[in-house]
Nanobody, 115 residues
Framework: QVQLVESGGGLVQPGGSLRLSCAAS????????MDWYRQAPGKQRELVAT???????NYADSVKGRFTISRDNAKNTVYLQMNSLKPEDTAVYYC?????????WGQGTQVTVSS
């Protein structure tokens, strides 16, 4: 059974930092591309960051220079380090694993940026 379990969300003040984790089980983690998405209330889910099996990364323009995606294949975990958080970063954050046409989603973790 495949599971992706996100953690690390919470309430943070503007300018603060959070580190999200997504622990995978039931898949051969190191052959999957891993993504972080987010969905704010009333908005479509959007791609935030991607890391390939070789470690190449890509980011949405809105988070470039503030967010960093990384992976630890030994721990079957992908991370999203979020710095200089803004109120507009408030959303539910989801991780997704991708292998060709096969993909799995986590259940999401809430991030709220507010003073």
């Amino acid at each position: 059974q495949v599971q992706l379990v996100e953690s690390g969300g919470g309430l943070v003040q503007p300018g603060g930092s959070l580190r999200l984790s997504c622990a995978a089980s039931g898949i051969i983690f190191n052959i999957y591309r891993m993504d972080w998405y987010r969905q704010a209330p009333g908005k479509q889910r959007e791609l935030v960051a991607t890391i390939t099996t070789s470690g190449s990364t890509n980011y949405a323009d809105s988070v470039k220079g503030r967010f960093t995606i990384s992976r630890d294949n030994a721990k079957n975990t992908v991370y999203l380090q979020m710095n200089s958080l803004k109120p507009e970063d408030t959303a539910v954050y989801y991780c997704k694993s991708n292998l060709l046409s096969t993909y799995y989603w986590g259940q999401g973790t809430q991030v709220t940026v507010s003073s």
